[in-house]
């Protein structure tokens, strides 16, 4: 009997910088595709959706955030790296309390011991770019 599958809970910020949008770039080897996805993540047990955002931007950029306010939920059903994959998706905006981070192109940031970079991409870059913005309900509350 394999792995059961579970849906997952996360929390993603949007962070914004005028239209642009602080995303991570990556690459699906099996669709032979890239994606950008907000920050974010898991939710914790006794965690709510809200502290996940905070606590995830703060793990991840060593950064905190304010004005934390909930854009919506989306449910986002896909398969990634041939495997597939259900999550339940609470969106919020949010913003820099450091101004100076909207000043640099990309930001370092860490997820376990994986390092990667966040980079400000424009709407027509998340639409028409060979990173387009996942989930694709997330357009919806943009």
Known sequence: MGKKQRIRALSLCLLRRGQEILVHEAYDSAKQQGFARPLGGGIDFGE???????????????????????????????????EPGHEIVFVYDGRFV??????TEQLTA????????????SPEALLSGPHPLVPRELWNLI
């Open 48 to 82: 709510t959706s809200a502290e996940a955002a905070i606590r995830e931007i703060k793990e991840e950029l060593g950064a905190n955030i304010t004005d934390v306010t909930l854009l919506g939920t989306v449910e986002n059903i896909f398969v990634y790296e041939g």
């Open 98 to 103: 450091d101004q100076s981070l909207y000043e």
């Open 110 to 121: 860490v997820e376990g011991k994986r390092q990667f970079t966040a980079v400000w991409r």
